[in-house]
């Protein structure tokens, strides 16, 4: 009994031990095979280092002023006898805008202009009497003080019937009517806004450390939503020569607006065009892998197999020092050279080392000035 117990043992460990076996070679079998396996290349696009010569600008957030805006506003009170324009209309210099009731003024005027004329006269009389010696110079100086006294009342009468009729000082835009027909109006009260509107000012402020990279006359180009893609031209007319508590100094530049999208109090984007222009090496933004440790792209290099002599295309991690940006396009400042190929998109995909192929059929469109459709 005891013999057939151990036999069968025996047989359960041989068995065991042969399967053991087996497995053991079908594993070593299939890490052989993996530290030998070649993963099939990855097809790829590429893009080209390209060297171009970058327009170097300065760019800051504005604010848009009126290069002559005012609220105009009734000097002298009265009460309104005449609304000469319309809400929203433009103006030239001189225009007609209010009235203001001045038929007292009118009458006052008559009065003292014949009390004038009365003290011209007995002037002039005396003057020839006083050459004669029949009167005193006393009694002459008396009457030329009278005449001027009279036209000095004359004078400030018809100044204050000049300022009951409101002109435009300047040409412009106008706003919101702010008065009404037969309103009372005290001096000070505000008529309508007036804004010139073409040119139009664009303040903004810059750091201390550009100051010496600015001038009078350098062009900027203006951006706005309300002018969609379009862009205005212009150029820096004024630099405070005093820089603010902030460490920044304020620039003032005039900007052509025929159409007159932009209005005071908007913000805006200012470039400032510098002169001459930057020499760089660009490359798609989507062929940089962005990581904690650094950036880096992927560049394409031919390898020959010594053994077989055909030639394939593997990748090579590079990490590189970016720059500043165009669009679809970033500035290479180090670790490529002009027409070295690099893959462009899916590059958070690849590995060092690894084989490629490259099928640009389906490569996006890279553009330094992107548009792309609102869907």
């Known amino acids: 009994m005891i013999k057939r117990i151990f036999i069968a043992l025996l047989g359960l460990i041989i068995v065991v031990g042969a399967i053991a076996g087996v497995k053991v070679l079908q594993i070593r079998t299939m890490i052989d095979k993996g530290s030998h396996f070649v993963p099939p290349p990855e097809t790829v696009t590429s893009a080209t280092v390209q060297s171009e010569a970058w327009e170097s600008t300065l760019t800051a957030m504005a604010s848009l002023e009126a290069e002559q805006g005012v609220t105009v506003a009734s000097e002298v009170p009265g009460k309104v006898a005449r609304i000469a324009f319309s809400a929203g209309a433009t103006v030239a210099k001189g225009d007609l805008l209010v009235e203001l009731d001045a038929t007292a003024e009118q009458a006052q005027l008559r009065s003292l202009e014949t009390g004038r004329d009365l003290a011209r006269t ?48 300047f040409a412009g835009r106008l706003g919101v009517r702010q008065v009404n027909l037969g309103q009372m109006m005290r001096e000070g009260d505000p008529i309508v806004s007036l804004q010139a509107l073409d040119p139009i000012l664009v303040n903004f402020q810059l750091p201390q450390q550009n100051l010496t990279k600015i001038s009078m006359g350098l062009p900027v180009r203006l951006r706005s939503d309300t002018l969609g893609e379009r862009q205005l031209n212009g150029a820096i007319t004024a630099i405070n020569p005093k820089v603010d508590d902030t460490r920044t100094v304020h620039v003032q530049a005039r900007v052509a607006n025929p159409d007159e999208l932009l209005r005071p109090g908007m913000f805006a984007t200012v470039a400032i065009v510098m002169p001459g222009g930057e020499q760089v090496l660009t490359i798609p933004a989507t062929a940089v892998l962005n990581a904690p440790y650094g950036d880096s792209v992927f560049v394409i290099e031919d390898k020959r197999d010594e053994k077989s002599g055909a030639s394939s295309q593997t990748i090579r991690q590079q990490f590189v020092r970016l720059g500043g940006r165009r669009g679809d396009f970033v500035a290479v400042t180090s670790g490529l050279s002009a027409g070295e190929a690099v893959v462009s998109s899916g590059v958070f995909k690849l590995r060092n080392g690894q084989g490629v192929v490259i099928n640009n059929a389906l490569a996006p469109e890279f553009n330094a000035q992107p548009k792309p459709e609102n869907k």
Do not use: C, W
């Open 122 to 169: 007995t002037l002039q009389r005396n003057a020839s009497l006083a050459a004669k010696g029949f009167i005193a110079q006393a009694d002459y100086d008396s009457a030329e003080a009278s005449f001027k006294q009279a036209a000095a009342q004359v004078d400030n009468i018809r100044a204050i019937i000049a300022k009951k009729t409101i002109h435009a000082p």
